[in-house]
């Protein structure tokens, strides 16, 4: 029997969820693991301040799944193949689970990044193609004066078989904006992990409303229900409910955890665009561009499909 490895984004939603001031056991039954397989977790991975990261504990789990397995010999083009994948901005577990899902090679993610790491310290460049650059993310206060507005459908009354992401046609709905007035506008289906990219001219309710409804209306054969967070800009959920006769829920104030799709989702975009930077100078050319991209990436969920294929085939 194969003990299924606790994934980064479980231990996103675990930092999350700890955070909120959850037990082990709340925990468990809320990303559906045993409640042993959390304790252990955290027994592994809280620090001495008594604070869990997901980050730092992904990354303990890397060095200790690489080190427990034999090191197997890596011919000189499959290396080759590797870096054009890394190069191709691929992360290190999708060429891994890729080449083994295909039957090219068999290798550990971590290897990958040890790979990378010697790469580095021999003045080589090839750090720069992982996520934010090989660097730990900046987490900011989760409370970091959003206007919150909730006058719409809660998530309570949403059915509990769209958490378990077994039916297509369930999406997530979320914002992304710059210093200036621009803003882009993101939809992430739940089961598959495909994504819309629309770029608005500002963040308000209006332009908000007017782009959501050309993208639903683009793939309405495949949208059920949307989920959003509280923000303002989505005041016009009713109209677009009315107009595309797509069912639309709101999250709970500061639960990022239960839109984790699209907050992760909108990690992967802020690798392109990211934080502090204009998106003036981005057309909606460039944002179906980006989206095609992700979409065509193989995610270990998925089996190393990728969201694309299971999103035509769902």
């Not at 290798?107 to 992982?130: F, K, P, Q, S, V």
């Not at 095609?292 to 085939?313: F, I, S, V």
Request: net charge positive; proline share 4%; aromatic share 8%.
């Amino acid at each position: 029997m194969t003990y299924p490895q606790v994934t980064l984004e479980e231990r996103y939603h675990i930092q999350s969820l700890r955070r909120s001031g959850l037990r082990p056991a709340a925990i468990a039954r809320a990303i559906e693991r045993h409640r042993s397989t959390v304790t252990r977790e955290l027994e592994r991975n809280v620090g001495l301040n008594n604070w869990y990261d997901a980050a730092r504990a992904q990354a303990k789990a890397d060095v200790r799944r690489a080190v427990s397995r034999r090191n197997r010999r890596i011919s000189l083009q499959q290396w080759k193949d590797i870096r054009r994948l890394l190069e191709a901005e691929w992360s290190p577990e999708q060429i891994a689970g890729h080449l083994r899902t295909f039957g090219q090679v068999r290798i550990c993610h971590g290897t990958i990044y040890n790979y990378i790491w010697l790469d580095r310290a021999a003045g080589g460049e090839l750090c720069r193609y992982l996520p934010h650059g090989g660097r730990r993310r900046v987490r900011y206060g989760r409370h970091a004066g959003r206007t919150k507005w909730i006058r719409g459908r809660s998530i309570d009354t949403r059915p509990t078989y769209i958490m378990r992401r077994r039916q297509l046609g369930h999406w997530e709905i979320d914002t992304m904006v710059g210093p200036g007035p621009e803003a882009i506008l993101t939809l992430v289906e739940r089961k598959t992990g495909y994504v819309l990219i629309g770029k608005v001219r500002s963040k308000s309710a209006a332009d908000v409303t007017r782009r959501a409804i050309a993208l639903i209306r683009a793939h309405r054969r495949k949208m059920r229900t949307i989920t959003a967070d509280n923000g303002t800009e989505f005041a016009g959920h009713r109209r677009i409910e009315r107009l595309t006769g797509v069912r639309f829920y709101f999250a709970h104030p500061y639960h990022a955890w239960e839109r984790g799709t699209n907050e992760n989702t909108n990690g992967l975009i802020r690798r392109y665009w990211p934080k502090g930077q204009s998106f003036s100078h981005i057309t909606q050319y460039d944002c179906n561009a980006l989206a095609h991209r992700l979409n065509t990436r193989p995610r270990k969920r998925l089996g190393w499909r990728t969201p694309e294929d299971c999103y035509a085939n769902g």
